[in-house]
């Protein structure tokens, strides 16, 4: 563990059990319409840090200083909502990295910690995202047996120690993120909305083309389209008690990078991944959700000392900004590759916009 964490963090604790001074609740915040500006890319900025792990949680434990400066960095360039580390933090994430799968609850406790602790250090009004990302491989309502998925029970039972960890820490809302199954997004829309938190779901796509039409889907590995996940949600098939729609604030995508095709990653990948899910919500008659859209930094590479880069630069991200916003995106932000550099360009276009 960092040494200097304690010591340079104590006159913090007792700011962390106090209020916030927020004028607005994150839920009063989303009637606003000036956009909220999210944060970048976290595990590569473990990377880039030369912090590399068999899961990036234990980051909250082994490096805290380090998680604790990778939020500040992203707020002092303006971001005014942070996710924090905890993506890859349940039992399943810990169990696939060999680790402790008692230590999920602790990790989560910590990584709300850290992040409150950034805020507190900045003296800004900032929003904290409990961060819930999919499980480490396929579930059994998609793979269809318990032989190659992992029981639905037990994709529900792990969301459920995590989101309400992050409630019971003091998050803001609560973002699932990185979804590739639209069902798993409804199995934990099911578990979040115990909290009583706005809920964001974000899926990550990729380019796919219709055969007969010709026209381009975006689709996740598991075959949900935008409008696949609107369904999914009403059917009530995950759900005790009917539509699961009601309780998300917020729709969106993130990730997201083709191999193959520029046009289809990064910021491209977002306004066209926003502009498919205006279609879906506003042909299905919904209306009143939020969008968010934050992709990766474009194609991630290898350069010439083999680390690996993005291909997107602040500049060129930042300059989509508009059309983002002009498409419907509310709460925009970055992915894998995204740094503090890319966020401030973000805020600066934002300031101009």
């Known amino acids: 563990m960092e040494g200097g964490y304690t010591e340079r963090n104590g006159k913090l604790l007792a700011r962390l059990t106090e209020p916030q001074g927020k004028i607005k609740t994150f839920r009063e915040r989303l009637k606003s319409d000036e956009p909220i500006l999210y ?3 976290f595990g590569s900025q473990l990377f880039a840090r030369g912090i590399e792990l068999a899961n990036s949680a234990l980051a909250n434990e082994l490096h805290p200083a380090t998680v604790i400066d990778i939020h500040s960095d992203y707020i002092n360039v303006g971001a005014e909502v942070i996710g924090t580390n905890t993506f890859v933090a349940s039992p399943l994430h810990l169990e696939m990295a060999g680790q402790d799968v008692s230590g999920a609850q602790r990790l989560t406790r910590l990584a709300v910690q850290h992040a409150k602790a950034a805020v507190a250090q900045s003296e800004k009004e900032v929003y904290i995202a409990g961060s819930v990302g999919p499980s480490p491989g396929a579930i059994e309502a998609d ?3 318990t032989t190659f998925g992992i029981p639905n029970d ?5 969301h459920k120690l995590v989101i ?22 409804a199995i934990a829309v099911d578990v979040a909305r115990e909290t009583g938190l706005p809920i964001a779901v974000n899926l990550t796509y990729k380019w796919t083309k219709e055969r007969r039409t010709g026209n381009i889907i975006y689709r996740t590995d598991w075959g949900n ?14 759900s005790r008690d009917g ?46 959700k939020r969008m968010m859209a934050y992709p990766n930094a474009g194609m991630p590479k290898l350069d010439e000392n083999h680390q690996t880069v993005y291909t997107q630069t602040p500049s060129e991200m930042a300059s989509h900004v508009p059309e983002l916003i002009e498409t419907g995106a ?15 360009a973000f805020r600066n276009k934002l300031k101009n916009t």
């Open 154 to 158: 037990e994709a529900r039972e792990a």
């Open 243 to 288: 539509s699961l729609l009601d309780a998300v604030s917020i729709i969106g995508v993130n990730c997201g990078a083709e191999s193959r095709r520029d046009e289809h990653t990064g910021m491209p990948y977002a306004i066209t991944g926003i502009q498919q899910l205006s279609t879906a919500l506003a042909e299905t008659g919904i209306d009143g």
């Open 330 to 344: 509310y709460l925009i932000g970055g992915c894998c590759g995204t740094t503090p550099k890319h966020i401030k």
């Open 39 to 41: 944060d970048g890319g």
């Open 164 to 185: 309400h960890t992050l409630a019971e820490e003091g998050v803001d809302f609560l973002c699932l993120e990185t979804m590739f199954s639209a069902k798993e997004a």
């Open 225 to 238: 389209s935008p409008a696949d996940l609107l369904e999914i949600l009403m059917s009530g098939e995950f």
């Open 143 to 145: 793979s269809g047996d």
